[in-house]
């Protein structure tokens, strides 16, 4: 069109140029303007021609694609085969294809005109193949019996339309016929919608041999059946009370289900349904909902997950064998079947009485009391999520977790596979606890219904950057009912916990002889390791004492038990190698016997010692308390720590402290902390103090000058005076830090090419932000990056910032005050992308432009002076530092300036490094000794 307008309008100009006569001139040019808008017009009209007719034969070809072929599909409609209906529409659409491809390049009227009776003859083949096989190229639509009659006189012509069909039922409409008319039609390029709500209608008929529309709409007073129905846009059933069942069973894919909820259904069926086209929450009243054919990824290369969440309340069955992913939230089925469901931690089965997940994948949290709290039986097995030809690099483990902390309803728990961990607390109606496969942490804790626990797994879980590890820790605590643990497969645990189970018996361990590793497979280092076995029901028969050293015969220390202790003592002492500071204790809850060397009876309260090389420990001692009576075969207490020290808070106050002017030599600044206003020390700046302390100006610069020498004589005056107060002068005061910052565009400095309306994005102390730069320049620039973080509820109480030349000023604050204090935080400060971190969209639009970054090309502080009086006594108050006090601890004169702080607004509280008064001075004191410990150990009997 380009190419012909030009030509056209280059002809136009030569008539012009070549003419004398100007009115001619005028009359000749505005005839060749109004063919050439007739032609464009024509070129226009004939290009919407050409997509139009695209659309139709494009949507056809779809149309009859989806039609099933299969032998229960009656397509006697047809005159000619589908095969052959299809390939005269392929041919169709490539004549067509080949006219635009024309038309892009037609330069000429004539070409135009050429084209256009190309269409007219592609339109009228396209009208014959429709009527040669029997396809309605109108809309159908019936809403009483007339159009009912015509509709039914078409007979298999409705077989495929090429349009829409809308039909709206009435009382008085002949439903057999009806029925009869919807039972022919097949394919639908347009709408399909079917309304029967009239009072008085008895027989609702069906489209029984419906396989695809571009959309369909149901609205009716029945259940809903479309038996053939494979493909559809959106489908649209509207919920009734009367309708208790919604079949569609063999549609494969919809681009949308407009409603999802129906009060009365009690079965549901879209059995062939192959990806949802969003997520979904489908309610219905009971019964089973079929999905029996829906897959959760997408269909995009590499295939992905979709992450559509699922939500499908009121039925007590679901059918999906065959979703993978994605959030579950079912409130009312009992018994969950998703066998390749890879598990989401925030799923709900809220009703769930039997959960069985045997393909849970990744790090998924599962929470018993949110993911199924009425389960009586709950059976799941863990698997790697982890990609191993892609992610051999990555040191996280990502294996499920499984938690359930005061379930009362659990009776039966299933672990197979690997998990991280595995912690059950408080359920006191589990009777069954089965665990196989590895887990790095498996914590048992207050399950009184349990009488024992057989546990079949081992403490090696893969991961694959560091392959097999074998590390973690086996917690059974407050088991009121359990007689006996066996965990014959296990070893290599760092932590063994087994304590307060009053019933327990016997222990059987019997591969538990190392430590194992760190879980990133580095070696164990003292302090991660432990062992704790007491205060239980475990039972040693007797112990027999040593005889002392050379004394014959010689007798030996013996512990006689078949609670299983002796089993692991190999782990015992590598645990207690690497217990570090941790108190750890071994115990026999009920010692039946204890015998001196001599085979006699030890008397109540007699001593259990361990013999050294040349006597009797005085440490390793303990009294035995009688029969039944506990015995420790290992307690190392550490001692009681000490009190912690308390730091030091005393009384101060500080004033900003400038000049404004030259220093008089009567000047002067003094120190009068007490009520009474009595002068503790003072400086006068005359030539005396200059001399002092070499001063060789007129002190008509900034503090710097003399701030030091004053802190230095006032000290001094305050020491010699034998005053209880310290004094502070120090240019801390009042910090704030610029930073300069400039755009470049390809490296080269370029202050205004920044993109004017544009957002600019960048990140200040961790926090990104956002605003738009009203003009191209630098002022605007840093006006925007003021604004941004001066609105930001997360950074504006922290930081004040505002525009300098060239950059920014940042004054840190304490909840919207100025942070005076001698170390304020600046954060880290700003970070902003290169243009390639935008993406292409946003970076056309973007403040920075495909070529330009933006850096921060320097930085720098600045502070002002600060005079701070201290009381150094934590027992008299000097009621001038305090904040409220009417009268100023600290005076000056002349040009020499001292600003008070207040609360509010200079600064915030009265307990700080600035101003603490009385009422927050804390005595500080020294950290208190720790006291003794124990350590207690006669493994050497076992």
Not at 132 to 157: E, H, M, P, R
Not at 420 to 431: E, N, P
Not at 621 to 638: I, M
């Amino acid at each position: 069109m380009k190419k012909l307008f030009s030509y056209l309008l280059i002809s136009s100009m030569v008539v012009l140029s070549s003419c004398t006569n100007y009115d001619d001139q005028f009359d000749d040019l505005n005839t060749q303007i109004n063919t050439l808008k007739s032609q464009i017009e024509g070129f226009s009209s004939l290009s919407s021609g050409l997509t139009a007719l695209q659309g139709t034969v494009a949507s056809l070809q779809t149309a009859i694609a989806n039609i099933p072929v299969t032998p229960a599909t009656d397509i006697s409609g047809l005159e000619s085969t589908q095969a052959a209906l299809t390939a005269s529409l392929t041919a169709l659409a490539a004549d067509v294809k080949a006219l635009q491809d024309t038309l892009a390049t037609a330069a000429t009227a004539a070409e135009v005109a050429a084209l256009q009776t190309a269409l007219t003859a592609a339109q009228a083949d396209l009208t014959e193949l429709l009527q040669q096989n029997n396809i309605y190229s109108s809309d159908v639509a019936i809403t009483n019996n007339s159009t009912l009659d015509f509709a039914n006189a078409l007979g298999d012509k409705v077989f495929i339309v090429n349009g829409k069909v809308e039909i709206t039922q009435t009382k008085d409409m002949d439903a057999t016929k009806l029925a009869t008319v919807m039972a022919r039609f097949n394919t639908v390029t347009g709408l399909v919608k079917f309304t029967s709500t009239e009072t008085g209608i008895t027989t609702t008929p069906a489209f029984t041999k419906l396989a695809s529309a571009a959309s369909v709409e149901i609205d009716q007073k029945a259940d809903v059946s479309l038996p053939e129905l494979v493909s559809t846009g959106a489908l649209n059933i509207h919920d009734d009370n009367k309708i208790t069942s919604v079949s569609v069973p063999k549609v494969t894919k919809i681009t949308a289900l407009t409603n999802a909820t129906f009060n009365k259904v009690t079965n549901f069926d879209m059995s062939s349904l192959v990806r949802l086209p969003a997520a979904l929450s489908l309610s219905v009243d009971s019964g089973t909902v079929d999905f029996s054919s829906l897959i959760t990824t997408t269909d995009a290369t590499p295939v992905a997950e979709s992450g559509f969440k699922i939500e499908i309340d009121g039925a007590t069955i679901v059918k999906a064998p065959l979703i993978t992913g994605g959030e579950l939230d079912m409130d009312s089925v009992t018994e969950p079947n998703f066998p390749v469901w890879e598990g989401h931690a925030d799923s709900q089965f809220d009703k769930a009485k039997k959960v069985v997940l045997p393909a849970i994948t990744g790090a998924v949290a599962i929470n018993l009391e949110t993911m199924a709290p009425k389960a009586t039986y709950f059976h799941y097995i863990g698997n790697d999520g982890d990609d191993a030809s892609t992610t051999a690099d990555d040191k996280t483990y990502k294996f499920p977790s499984f938690v359930s902390a005061t379930n009362a309803n659990i009776e039966t728990l299933i672990v197979g596979g690997s998990s991280t961990s595995v912690s059950v607390t408080g359920a006191t109606d589990l009777t069954s606890f089965t665990i196989t496969g590895g887990t790095h942490a498996l914590t048992l804790n207050d399950n009184d219904s349990m009488t024992s626990y057989v546990l079949g797994h081992t403490s090696t879980v893969t991961n694959n950057s560091y392959g097999a590890i074998s590390s973690g820790k086996l917690v059974i605590t407050g088991n009121a009912e359990i007689t006996s643990i066996t965990a014959d497969s296990l070893d290599d645990i760092n932590t063994l916990t087994i304590t307060s189970n009053a019933s327990l018996e016997t222990l059987s361990f019997a591969k538990l002889n190392s430590l194992g590793t760190d879980t990133d497979k580095t070696a164990l280092v003292a302090g991660e390791a432990n062992v704790n076995i007491h205060t239980n029901d475990l039972t040693a028969s007797k112990i027999q004492l040593p005889s002392a050293v050379n004394v014959l015969p010689a007798v030996t220390g013996k512990i006689t038990s078949a609670s299983g202790v002796a089993s692991i003592k190999t782990f015992i002492a590598a645990a207690l190698a690497l217990r570090g500071t941790a108190s750890t204790r071994v115990s026999y809850d009920n010692v039946t016997e204890v015998l001196d060397s001599n085979g006699d009876a030890l008397a109540v309260n007699g001593e259990i010692k361990l013999r050294t090389a040349t006597g009797w420990s005085t440490t390793n001692v303990q009294t035995w308390g009688g029969e039944d009576s506990t015995v420790d075969l290992l307690n190392y207490v550490a001692g009681a720590a000490g009190a912690p020290a308390v730091a030091e808070k005393l009384q101060r106050s500080s004033y900003g402290l400038s000049n404004s002017g030259t220093i008089q030599t009567d000047d002067f600044i003094a120190i009068e902390p007490s009520v009474s206003g009595t002068e503790l020390a003072k400086v006068t700046f005359d030539a005396a103090f200059k001399a002092k302390y070499g001063i060789t100006d007129t002190f008509a610069a900034s503090p710097d000058t003399w701030a030091p020498s004053v802190e230095t004589e006032l000290k001094a005056q305050l020491v010699a005076g034998g005053y209880n107060f310290d004094v502070e002068v120090k240019k801390d005061f009042g910090k704030k830090k610029t930073y300069l910052i400039s755009l470049f565009n390809d490296g080269v400095l370029s202050e205004t090419s920044g993109r004017a309306g544009g957002p600019v994005t960048f990140t200040f102390n961790g926090v990104t932000l956002s605003e738009t730069v009203a003009a191209a320049t630098n002022e605007d620039f840093t006006e925007a990056l003021a604004e941004a973080i001066n609105n930001s509820k997360t950074l504006s109480g922290s930081f004040n910032v505002a525009t300098v030349t060239g950059g920014v000023e940042v004054t840190p604050e304490v909840e919207n005050v100025v942070d005076y204090s001698s170390t304020p935080s600046f954060g880290t400060g700003f970070t902003f992308p290169y243009a390639s971190n935008y993406f292409t969209a946003s970076s056309q639009t973007a403040y920075m432009g495909a070529s330009s970054t933006i850096a921060v090309v320097g930085t720098s502080e600045a502070s002002g002076w600060r005079v701070t009086v201290i009381n150094k006594s934590t027992s008299l108050k000097a009621n001038l530092l305090d904040l409220a006090a009417s009268a100023s601890h600290t005076t000056a004169s002349g040009t020499i300036a001292l600003t008070e702080l207040v609360d509010g607004t200079s600064i915030s509280g009265t307990d700080n490094d600035l101003q603490r008064d009385w009422d927050n001075v804390v005595v500080g004191s020294a950290a208190g000794a720790a006291g003794a410990g124990t350590a207690l150990n006669l493994t050497t009997w076992l």
